[in-house]
């Protein structure tokens, strides 16, 4: 066989083999077309918004761990539980038709006369949260 016979007999051997391992390939890949709100469990019921509060406020204490200053903390973070609560009341007379509470971070840092730079500030607490709710809309 002449060089140009071997040459072209190699050639074909490589191209029968790409051409294998591409239909292979394309044998093995599926595509899929779902439909919007569609997902690999089904149908979603609705769509979900979530929604994201931040709040910071302050609450007055003692600068002291006495049980006033402890009560002091309580009362930061009972705000806090209880807007996430009124929140989703308001949700739900407003656009949602349901409403869950997904979490809740509430950050608690004391203010000392040193940190206090505001005149006549009494000492205690800056509370800062965020909470996330999800809602289905209306």
Known sequence: MSRAGLFRASL???LATTVAACLATAAAAEIVIRSPGETLGGPIASAQVRITLNLNTFVPAPNDNSEQAQKAQESGRRTVYELADHEC??????????????????????VVPAQ???QGRPDGFNVNAMINLRITPK
Do not use: K, P
């Not at 009341?89 to 004391?110: G, P, Y």
């Open 12 to 14: 074909i051997s490589v």
């Open 116 to 118: 206090n730079f505001a």
């Open 89 to 110: 009341a308001i949700l739900r007379d407003t656009i949602a038709s349901d409403c869950r509470l997904e979490s809740i971070n509430v950050n608690m840092q004391r």
